[in-house]
């Protein structure tokens, strides 16, 4: 059984930082990539950065310049690091895999979701 769990959010002032982590544990063969998701009140779910095992980091245009995602293949955990924070950068934010649990089997996998609020 693959899970993934998600710590790192929290409450900050706007111009402030925090620092997102999803680790995944179970059995698997390999993470193939990675993607950060965030859904705020009334609105849809929406892509924030995406990371592909091998690739260029892939940004939502409103946090292009402000967020970096990373990954540690080692640990099999992904990053979200978000400076500049906003209050339109509340929301709950979730991290998905595609993760590799067999030699042909692909499949996708969320956390729990963390909440990230930005106010002063």
């Known amino acids: 059984q693959v899970q993934l769990v998600e710590s790192g959010g929290g409450v900050v002032q706007p111009g402030g930082s925090l620092r997102l982590s999803c680790a995944a544990s179970g059995s698997f063969f390999r993470i193939q990539a990675w993607g950060w998701y965030r859904q705020a009140p009334g609105k849809q779910r929406e892509l924030v950065a995406g990371?592909?095992?091998?690739?260029?980091?892939v940004y939502a245009d409103s946090v292009k310049g402000r967020f970096t995602i990373s990954r540690d293949n080692a640990k099999n955990t992904v990053y979200l690091q978000m400076n500049s924070l906003k209050p339109e950068d509340t929301a709950v934010y979730y991290c998905d895999a595609n993760i590799l649990t067999g030699v042909s089997d692909e499949s996708a996998y969320w956390g729990q979701g963390t909440q990230v609020t930005v106010s002063s």
């Open positions: 990371i592909a095992r091998t690739g260029r980091p």
